[in-house]
């Protein structure tokens, strides 16, 4: 029978671990280190990850159980402590570091026009333990943490994130996000800025949002309605106001209302510096936000996010990074297959399988083994 690594083994395989090592070195994170290499400790996380562990126990004992598929990796089995240790010292950035090169790799030939290119910004709050106290302060007696992205919907791919403790405006992280000029950003009410919008115009940029019920245009000229407007009940063109608390309005430039119809709610009244494009258009825009949601519940759903094996701000950081670094590497692997076709039961048929010893192309197909035979993965798996 043909030889196979594990399934484990196959899907680090897309790590890339120059990156890795760089800032492993960059950051000093093996400075001193005796007994927990950083790589060690990345690999323990992203096993926990892709086998749905919910504690540094189950890391631990899954990682002894499997002690003699770790050779290939040049890993080792782990105690828990150890690994909580290092999970609260090593620093985060290393991780960042490696889910951006991974969104570097991931993106060559899938550019669009700039003008078809968008990013929808939002966050998603993540509940931690009492303990993170110290660096998530309560918000109605509960913790959490937020995990911050720019997604990518056509090619449902996060391009960046960042990790803040709730009690931290959603604006604040956004200032801090690459803008790629001529694209087209998309997001809600948390994100009102007068400045951060001036800045993305003078970039290029065309953003969809929406208004506050207090917010009025000045100078307004009406549009005429296209006749298939599809629940638009408004098309105007005005100013935002010239004042605001902190004095004059940095963005000067016309903007464009657009008053879209729900059943059974408020009209929804959306804002735009597109002044060309169809409101129908704009509307399909504003209502494309519903795809990042869909990104949060698949990592919340598939990924170990409602759990956290740490409490301080560092451990918590590195397990996002890490889920985050998982759920490209799933992406990848199930792009390289044909057999399943959804992302979904790719990720479930991985769990089962996952330091067993079978090609990631043929997790579905019976192997050719005796049946009493340890490498062979013996789950009835179903594809949804």
Known sequence: MRHHNSVFHQLTQHIPWDVFDAGVAAHGADRRVRRLRTRDQFLALLYGQLAGAVSLREIEMGLRSWSSRLYHHGARPI?????????????????????????????????????????????????????????????????????????????????????????????????????????????????????????????????????????????CTERALESASGGIAADRIGLLSKHIKRGKNPYRGPV???????????????????????????AALYKMRWEIELFFKWIKQNLKLKHFIGSSENAVKIQIYVALIAFLILRAAHGAQKAVPKLQAFSRLIRQCLMHRRDLRDLLKPLKTRPDDPNQCTIQFQPC
Request: glycine share 2%.
């Open 79 to 219: 105690s828990r402590s150890t690994l909580a240790d290092a999970n609260a010292k090593r620093p985060a950035q290393v991780y960042a570091d490696v889910f951006a090169a991974l969104i570097a790799r991931a993106r060559p030939g899938l550019r669009r026009k700039l003008r078809d290119a968008v990013r929808l910004i939002d966050s998603s709050r993540l509940a931690l333990t009492t303990n993170s106290a110290h660096w998530a302060p309560p918000i109605k007696e509960h913790h959490f943490a937020k995990v911050h992205i720019v997604y990518d919907p056509h090619e449902t791919l996060p391009l960046e994130a960042f990790v803040t403790a709730n009690s931290v405006a959603d604006i604040t992280p956004a200032q801090a996000m690459t803008i790629e000029p001529g694209a087209t950003y998309v997001f809600d009410l948390a994100y009102y800025s007068y400045e951060w919008w001036g800045r993305l115009d003078r970039a290029g940029c065309r953003f969809v949002t929406r208004l506050k019920t207090n917010t009025k245009l000045t100078d």
């Open 256 to 282: 464009r209302e657009i008053v879209v119809e729900r059943d059974k709610d408020t009209p929804l009244r959306l804002l735009t510096n597109d002044l060309d494009a169809s409101a129908a258009e704009i």
